[in-house]
């Protein structure tokens, strides 16, 4: 098979394309096709250095994908031709691939409604948005959110999710980002270069930040006091209240079919449609790179094997 392969950490350029045997499934594991994988903020990270988890090198990047199950382990309860999609565990090898293994067990049937990239573009986006939203603030119908970082890749499924549930939403992002933003169903969109989100919110229920570091603070001064913050863009623990007012959470994004197959049904069900999308090859993951480590991808980036 053929992979975008990290041999050592460094810069877009690290990446480079190589040729491995298939992997071959183990019990309770399925060999599949990839027809779409996306790239996420986390992959420029793992590249650099930066991530929490250690891989061995050479690695292979990328954590969602879309794609065909062409081969079955002992007891995977799945069937060889399903249309699948899943994020990979972070410990193991990634989907900058032509093929990978998964447990059948965290991968799920592909939304009905979109195409391979679109699910690949929705995969891990839309399931830390989930989990974030729905499992971690439990945004309630008419609450007021925001979302930092409205335009990337998780905080669209974020708006999305919040206008879908039935919350005012306000997010951030530049303004050349704003009819995006309300294409997504935002309410209020918010320019972070010249606002002061304490002053121009205070009310909020609820924070979604995608984005961490200097948003940490307007995230916290946004919140009404008993209001609720998430984080996924500030490391792995929850950073400590600017207040003593308002929680911080850290969302726990564990993969499992269970919650591929909510992403599916909110995406069949109408609640998400696919972000904006480019696509590329493979073989131009270190032009992908660049741009998503940039910090100003609008939606998704999608590499095609
Ligand atoms: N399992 C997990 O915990 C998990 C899973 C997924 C992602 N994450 C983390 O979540 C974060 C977001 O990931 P992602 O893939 O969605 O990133 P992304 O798509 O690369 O984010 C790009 C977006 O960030 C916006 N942005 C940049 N600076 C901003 C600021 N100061 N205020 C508001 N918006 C800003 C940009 O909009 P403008 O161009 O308008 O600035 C752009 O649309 C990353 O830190 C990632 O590592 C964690």
């Given at each position: 098979?053929?992979?975008?392969?990290?041999?050592?950490?460094?810069?877009?350029?690290?990446?480079?394309?190589?040729?491995?045997?298939?992997?071959?499934?183990?019990?309770?594991?399925?060999?599949?096709?990839?027809?779409?994988?996306?790239?996420?903020?986390?992959?420029?990270?793992?590249?650099?250095?930066?991530?929490?988890?250690?891989?061995?090198?050479?690695?292979?990047?990328?954590?969602?994908?879309?794609?065909?199950?062409?081969?079955?382990?002992?007891?995977?309860?799945?069937?060889?031709?399903?249309?699948?999609?899943?994020?990979?565990?972070?410990?193991?090898?990634?989907?900058?691939?032509?093929?990978?293994?998964?447990?059948?067990?965290?991968?799920?049937?592909?939304?009905?409604?979109?195409?391979?990239?679109?699910?690949?573009?929705?995969?891990?986006?839309g399931l830390t948005a989930m989990v974030a939203i729905e499992d971690t603030l439990g945004l309630k119908?008419?609450e007021?959110l925001?979302?930092?970082?409205?335009?990337?890749?998780v905080?669209?499924m974020a708006?999305?999710l919040g206008?879908?549930i039935?919350?005012?939403?306000?997010?951030?992002?530049?303004?050349?980002?704003?009819?995006?933003?309300?294409?997504?169903?935002?309410?209020?969109?918010?320019?972070?270069?010249?606002?002061?989100?304490?002053?121009?919110?205070?009310?909020?229920?609820a924070?979604f930040?995608?984005?961490?570091?200097?948003?940490?603070?307007?995230?916290?001064?946004?919140?009404?006091?008993?209001?609720r913050a998430a984080f996924v863009?500030?490391?792995?623990?929850a950073?400590?209240?600017?207040?003593?007012?308002?929680t911080?959470l850290r969302p726990a994004v564990g993969r499992s079919?269970a919650r591929m197959a909510r992403v599916?049904e909110l995406?069949?069900?109408?609640?998400?449609?696919?972000?904006?999308?480019?696509?590329?090859?493979?073989?131009?993951?270190?032009?992908?790179?660049?741009?998503?480590?940039?910090?100003?991808?609008?939606?998704?980036?999608?590499?095609?094997?």
């Amino acid at each position: 098979m053929r992979v975008m392969e990290l041999a050592e950490h460094g810069g877009p350029e690290v990446l480079k394309l190589a040729e491995r045997p298939d992997p071959v499934p183990g019990a309770g594991q399925v060999l599949i096709e990839i027809r779409a994988a996306s790239v996420n903020a986390a992959d420029w990270k793992v590249r650099r250095g930066k991530s929490l988890q250690q891989h061995v090198l050479p690695h292979v990047l990328g954590r969602d994908f879309s794609g065909v199950v062409i081969g079955l382990g002992e007891g995977a309860d799945l069937a060889i031709g399903d249309e699948v999609f899943g994020v990979c565990p972070q410990e193991t090898e990634g989907a900058y691939a032509s093929r990978i293994v998964m447990d059948a067990g965290l991968v799920a049937l592909k939304p009905r409604s979109l195409s391979h990239v679109e699910t690949a573009a929705i995969a891990l986006a839309g399931l830390t948005a989930m989990v974030a939203i729905e499992d971690t603030l439990g945004l309630k119908p008419g609450e007021n959110l925001l979302v930092q970082g409205g335009a990337g890749g998780v905080g669209g499924m974020a708006v999305q999710l919040g206008h879908y549930i039935g919350a005012k939403v306000a997010a951030t992002a530049r303004s050349d980002n704003h009819d995006y933003l309300r294409g997504l169903g935002a309410d209020q969109p918010i320019d972070y270069r010249d606002a002061d989100l304490g002053q121009v919110l205070g009310d909020r229920d609820a924070v979604f930040d995608c984005v961490g570091g200097d948003t940490v603070a307007s995230s916290f001064a946004a919140l009404r006091p008993g209001g609720r913050a998430a984080f996924v863009g500030s490391g792995g623990t929850a950073p400590e209240p600017t207040r003593a007012d308002v929680t911080s959470l850290r969302p726990a994004v564990g993969r499992s079919r269970a919650r591929m197959a909510r992403v599916a049904e909110l995406a069949d069900a109408g609640a998400w449609k696919p972000p904006v999308i480019e696509t590329m090859p493979l073989t131009e993951a270190v032009k992908a790179h660049a741009l998503s480590e940039a910090g100003h991808v609008r939606g998704k980036i999608v590499l095609i094997p």
